[in-house]
Structures are given as structure tokens and as C-alpha cells.
């Protein structure tokens, strides 16, 4: 301690916090907080406030990124004002005399918030299309959950009208709307001012204000003595519950698959999580006892997306980052499995923006046939096969943890890459109006070499100091001779990964080490006559395809 101009003490794993009125809080030498039981008390509201206050007026960073980079302004509009949706709630007025009420923004421009929450299994108060003229005529707090409650009172504390929700803005039911609306949530989360993240609730009637465990529950006081006088004051040692994003990630909002783009494509984000508020803007990550994370990509450090925050990307470090968000993405739940790419078309309508390349059912045009090599990782996952959902060569055919840079990473980095699959066409149906959303039908046509192999009876075996377990999930391909040349990862869903199956090169070349690498789609029939299905991916490490001849190949 002692330690003029010192910043919150962490002795790992442990903080330091201290009361505002603390000799050690005055003298600076401690700035960990204590923070308050819960997040609606108004010492809570005036920290929101003032992060607010300070990221409105003096974050440049923070400028609307509704133009996507495209124009980079030198100054930041303090009204903020910008297009707003279709419809928004009027959170009505605070003694109670104007009820909310649903209102059609009419191509207007101005401010508002926008929450991003679990429904959960509560029965919702939501908009149908037999109570859509109800709700323009307005309704009671007292009809809302808890948390879109919540929500109102929070957005009516930082001076907004408006608040965007899910349930009362989309007219659930019709699916006309539900398509036109929910293509649009690039617009909705990246115009609105704030994003109201109730990340610890499981369930809509859990609010947005949970009571937390404080580090004063289990924490041991300590005297000490101020560096620039002889008072002493009391701090607070306390075991630290994990770092800000592993506390966000592991919260229930950061499970459902859709909230993903919404804290992406928000412009900031105030987070209820379970210990504290967590402000996440383009700056920096604040908490409110006092942690602040600060880079130059400080806002999607905590994601580790980030390039997403680049302002001038190249196309190869924004593919880079999709890769990194579908990995992601590709772990986190859904109640819809219909949803699995209109929950992140919102990011996709971005990196189209962004870059103009052509989006393929959650794969680039201008990636490919790169990005063909994503692989199914380890644990449990299935290929949607009850209601077609996507493409085989796509990911969002697969349901389970991917991960999208796949053999994609190595496959980039190879020195001259030979024989590399020509795609001779790409194209995808889309399934309704929005054109990051659901498909109904895809299919890639290349030209490229073939040639059948086999796969070793077990998986691989690996020696972790000397513990050996047969705990991977990729197969060692065998050559004609029957020695191992490389690894064949097949997708989820197979009944049994085949002893023999088709490979198709899509390229060549040498590693940096100077390492031969073929990486190959694994290909079997497809029901459709003449046409292949994907089922795994691999690589080889020598030239196994030397005999072969092209040939025109299409996957569906
Ligand atoms: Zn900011």
C-alpha cells in the first residue's frame, strides 16, 4: 500500500476495496470500490449516469458507427440522433399520468435504448397481431416483466423516451414481420444509444437488478496507513470472482445465440451481471468497482474479436474476426434451430458493409475455397437433418461447437499454394427477405483433383505426459500402403465415420517449416443425383493426388 497516484490493487487472485469516505479512498492510495448490494440503489444509477455522461462527451471512439467506418468524423454529435426503428416503446412519463405505449417511428430520427435479454420460460407480454392496436393505446408497468420493466426505469434514469424490445416491437406470430424486422438488427443495436444488457437473468420476470454477492460477503479488513499522511484507513481483501470476461461470458445472456450480435453491433452496453455493472463502449470496459480495461481495441478485448473495432480493416482481418465470432457463435444456445443464421445475420450484414463481399450461408464468396475448411470440434454436435437447414459445406448445417478457421489457418499460410480447387460457381437460395438470413438451398460447384482414401480404425492417441488417452476426435488418413498421412476430422452426425471415402484437394502447398500440406474436403454421395455432400475435412502431408485428373465436383 502506500504507493502515491496508485490505481485499484489487485493481489492476485484477490482485490483490494475500500468505502468512498475512507482515508485510503481520499488519499488515492486505493480505488477499488465497494459495490453497492444491488444495481438500482443510486449510488449504482449515478456511476451509470456518469459512464454515460463521459463516453456522450468525451469518448471520440464512441462516434455512431452507423456509417461503418466508411467516414470517420473528427467530432462527436452529443444529440446522437440517428434513424430509428420501426417501432419503439414511449416509456410514458414518470408520475404515472402517460402509460407506455407502442409507437411507428414513421421514418423519424432520434435517440433511444435498446435491451438485449433472455425470454426464458415466462410466459411474455409480447405484441400479436390481434393486440397491436392495444398496445399503441398503451399499457401499465405493472403488465411488463420484470425485466423490460427494469428496463424502462433504467432507460427513463438516463434521460431517454424510447426503448426498443423483442417482444412488443417485432409483431410476434407474423412471420412477415419477424423476417423484415429481424434482418434489421445491425440498424436496431448499432443506432441505439445504449444497449440495457440483463446478462445475470436467466428469465424475463428476473429483472435487470439482481442481488449480488458484494467482495464485503467473504472479505478480510486490514488496516493501513496513508502514503501522504498518518491517518489509517480499513481496505477490503476479497477473492476476485474471475476477470470481466470471464464473469460476462459465463453469464446467462452469453449463452443465447443471439445475444452475441446484439453486444457486438451495440454501441455500448451497460451489463447487470451478477456482481456489478460491467460498461463496455468502444473505449474501454469500466466496472464499477473500479476496474477499467483500456487498449486501443479495448471494447472487443473482452471478446477478443478484435478487429471487428478496426476502423480501416482488410478484408483478410475482418474474415479473420468473422471466423472467430462464428467459433463463438457456434457455442452458444438457440431456441429455434431456424435461427441459426438469422441470429447472427446482423454481423454478417456488417462485414458485407464493410468489405462488399457476397455472403453464402454463413460463408464468404471472396474466402473461399479457404473457408471451406472449418471442422466440427470436439464434444457433442449434430447435423441438422430433421427440417434442412443449410448447406453441408456450410456450418450452419451442423449443430455443436465449429471451429470456423478450421484447417482454413494452416491452409492460408502455405507457401505458393498449387492445385487449389477452382470454384467454378456458388450459389445460395434464400429462404425469405432477409439476405444474411435463412436459406433454402446451396450449392458449390468446383474443379478439382479426387482421389479415395482410407482412415486408420482408431482415433489418434496422445500422449499427455504420460498420461496417454484416446481423447481426439481426428482419425489418421492412411495412404496407399496403409501408412498414416495426415488427419481426417469427419462432421457430427454420421452414423459411423466410413473406413474409406472421397477426398477433394483444395490445395497444396509447403508450411513455413518447409512441410508438404494437401488440405482436403471429405465428400460422400449426396442424395441428389451426381451431387456430393461434405462430411469431414482433413490433411495430408504427401502428394497424394499425383495420378489424379481434374474434375467438375458440385456440393449441396
Ligand atoms: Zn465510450
Not at 463516453?55 to 462527436?76: A, F, K
Request: glycine share 8%.
Amino acid at each position: 500500500m502506500g504507493v502515491p497516484g496508485s490505481r485499484l490493487i489487485e493481489i492476485e487472485p484477490r482485490r483490494a476495496y475500500k468505502f468512498p469516505d475512507d482515508p485510503l479512498a481520499l488519499s488515492g492510495d486505493v480505488v477499488g470500490r465497494v459495490t453497492e448490494p444491488i444495481s438500482d440503489s443510486e449510488q449504482s444509477f449515478a456511476r451509470l449516469k456518469q459512464w454515460y455522461h463521459d463516453c456522450l462527451g468525451s469518448h471520440t471512439e464512441c462516434y455512431p458507427v452507423r456509417s461503418l467506418g466508411l467516414t470517420m468524423p473528427t467530432q462527436i454529435t452529443k444529440g446522437e440522433d440517428g434513424p430509428l426503428p420501426t417501432r419503439l416503446i414511449n416509456i410514458g412519463s414518470a408520475d404515472g399520468k402517460q402509460n407506455p405505449f407502442l409507437w411507428e417511428c414513421g421514418g423519424f430520427e432520434g435517440c433511444y435504448a435498446a435491451l438485449s435479454y433472455c425470454w426464458g420460460t415466462s410466459k411474455p407480454f409480447t405484441t400479436q397481431i390481434d393486440s397491436y392496436k392495444d398496445r399503441l393505446q398503451g399499457f401499465t408497468l405493472d403488465e411488463l416483466p420484470k425485466t423490460v420493466c427494469d428496463a424502462v426505469v433504467i432507460t427513463r434514469m438516463l434521460g431517454l423516451q424510447f426503448l426498443w424490445v423483442d417482444a412488443l416491437c417485432i409483431i410476434q406470430g407474423d412471420s412477415n414481420d419477424w423476417q423484415r424486422e429481424s434482418s434489421k438488427m445491425d440498424h436496431i443495436y448499432g443506432n441505439a444509444s445504449i444497449t440495457i444488457a440483463a446478462t445475470a437473468s436467466k428469465d424475463s420476470s428476473d429483472g435487470c437488478f439482481v442481488r449480488r454477492t458484494t467482495p464485503l460477503t467473504n472479505s478480510v479488513p486490514l488496516r493501513s496507513v496513508c502514503s501522504n499522511s498518518d491517518k489509517v484507513g480499513t481496505l477490503f481483501i476479497s477473492e476476485k470472482l474471475g476477470s470481466v470476461h470471464e464473469i460476462l461470458d459465463r453469464s446467462p445472456l452469453n449463452n443465447r445465440g443471439w445475444c452475441l450480435q446484439e453486444r457486438v453491433i451495440s454501441r455500448r452496453i451497460i451489463h447487470f451481471a451478477q456482481d456489478q455493472m460491467y460498461w463496455e463502449c468502444q473505449k474501454h470496459c469500466a466496472a464499477e468497482d473500479g476496474t477499467i480495461i483500456e487498449d486501443q481495441n479495448a471494447p472487443k478485448r473482452c471478446l477478443h474479436f478484435d478487429e471487428v473495432s478496426f476502423r480501416e480493416p482488410t478484408l483478410a482481418t475482418v474474415m479473420r474476426s468473422w471466423h472467430i465470432i462464428v467459433t463463438e457463435y457456434s457455442m452458444r444456445n438457440l431456441s429455434l434451430s431456424s435461427d441459426k443464421l438469422p441470429a447472427i445475420s446482423g454481423l454478417a450484414s456488417q462485414i458485407a458493409k464493410r468489405t462488399g463481399a457476397e455472403y453464402l450461408a454463413g460463408l464468404w464468396r471472396q474466402d473461399l475455397p479457404f473457408g471451406l475448411l472449418w471442422q466440427a470440434s470436439h464434444g457433442e454436435g449434430k447435423r441438422v437433418i430433421d427440417k434442412w437447414r443449410a448447406p453441408s459445406w456450410s456450418w450452419a448445417s451442423i449443430d455443436g461447437p465449429v471451429n470456423s478457421q478450421g484447417y482454413r489457418a494452416g491452409a492460408i499460410l502455405l507457401d505458393k499454394v498449387l492445385d487449389e480447387a477452382v470454384i467454378l460457381s456458388a450459389e445460395v437460395h434464400l429462404a425469405g427477405e432477409n439476405p444474411f438470413g435463412e436459406v433454402a438451398d446451396g450449392l458449390i460447384t468446383m474443379r478439382g483433383r479426387t482421389k479415395r482414401a482410407r482412415r486408420a480404425s482408431n482415433k489418434e492417441q496422445f500422449d499427455y505426459g504420460g498420461w496417454v488417452g484416446n481423447v481426439s476426435y481426428e482419425f489418421p488418413i492412411l495412404n496407399d500402403k496403409g501408412l498414416a498421412i495426415g488427419d481426417v476430422v469427419f462432421d457430427y452426425g454420421l452414423e459411423k465415420e466410413p473406413e474409406s471415402f472421397d477426398c477433394l484437394l483444395i490445395c497444396k502447398g509447403h508450411t513455413k517449416a518447409g512441410e508438404l500440406r494437401c488440405y482436403v474436403l471429405i465428400i460422400a454421395c449426396a442424395s441428389r443425383m451426381g451431387h456430393y455432400t461434405r462430411i469431414g475435412v482433413g490433411y495430408m502431408t504427401e502428394d497424394y493426388f499425383q495420378s489424379c485428373d481434374s474434375r467438375i465436383i458440385t456440393i449441396v
